[in-house]
């Protein structure tokens, strides 16, 4: 494929996923309006950050600075949100993970040379890196703890609940698939944030697993009525990362002129 013919490429799918995804937010706020006593304002504030969370993933999938801006927006909704649900947990992990973690990440982009604007031809997408086999070990054995810990507390914490009478009964299963796409998406974040390909191979093992709890939801009639639409949605994230896929292996070949593409952290 020719430059030109990737670009008029890219901008078209961008065009459509981001309409898609904004079509399936706006649909899901239009539902749960109609739902009595809800929020109005937390509500609209909910569905803004979901749409700075599609683009995000959209400007990240195309190694745009401004991938950050953003990704700050969209967690810093989300953080407000949480709070006024009282969702403590995921509140926590936005505040005091998300929130710094895209600081660091625009920091690191700039320094692998990624622009706002730039000159003519010249290339403002960062230049990404790829694991080694030392740091994939690492990320592996690091994810596998990830998953036990999460799940321990999950675990311990629905079981304070169901000691308490709070709760009726709780599903291992499901709290075990919380903990692998809670563990996923903080491993998404750090190699996202140091500009590593392989971001987008945990980015996908996300959207699958969230397509497969939507779509058993959907099946089973235990989902609310915005299953549906949140299974179109994380379709069109899935598409999204396997687009970013194909683009970063690209931009983790051209390393920045006199810049070696180290594979260490601190670089």
Request: some cysteine; glycine content about 8%; charged content about 15%.
């Amino acid at each position: 494929m020719t430059p030109t013919a990737e670009k008029r490429f890219n901008l078209a799918f961008n065009i459509f996923l981001v309409t898609g995804m904004i079509v399936a937010v706006t649909i899901t706020t239009i539902f749960k309006l109609q739902q009595p006593e809800v929020k109005t304002f937390m509500l609209l504030l909910a569905a803004f950050g979901s749409v700075m969370g599609v683009i995000n993933t959209v400007l990240s999938a195309n190694g745009h600075l401004l991938t950050f801006l953003f990704g700050l927006l969209d967690v810093l909704a989300a953080t407000v949100v949480l709070y006024d649900n009282g969702i403590m947990g995921n509140f926590a992990l936005h505040a005091f993970y998300f929130l710094p973690m895209q600081f660091i990440g625009f920091w690191q982009w700039r320094k692998r040379g990624a622009k706002v604007s730039g000159e003519k031809d010249e290339d403002t997408k960062v230049k990404a890196r790829k694991l080694n086999g030392r740091q994939w070990a690492w990320v592996v054995c690091g994810i596998l703890v990830g998953i036990a810990v999460t799940y321990g507390i999950l675990y311990y914490v629905d079981a304070t609940k169901l000691e308490a009478g709070k709760i009726a009964s709780f599903n291992k299963s499901k709290i075990l698939l919380d903990a692998v796409v809670m563990t996923l998406n903080i491993a998404g974040q750090v190699l996202m944030s140091f500009a590593f390909m392989e971001q987008w191979y945990i980015w996908i093992l996300v959207n699958i697993s969230s397509i497969s709890l939507w779509t058993v939801a959907l099946l089973s009639g235990s989902g609310s009525g915005n299953a549906a639409v949140m299974l179109i949605k994380y379709i069109f994230y899935l598409m999204n990362s396997l687009n970013g896929l194909r683009i970063w292996l690209n931009l983790c070949k051209e390393p920045a002129s006199g810049t070696p593409l180290s594979l260490d952290l601190e670089n």
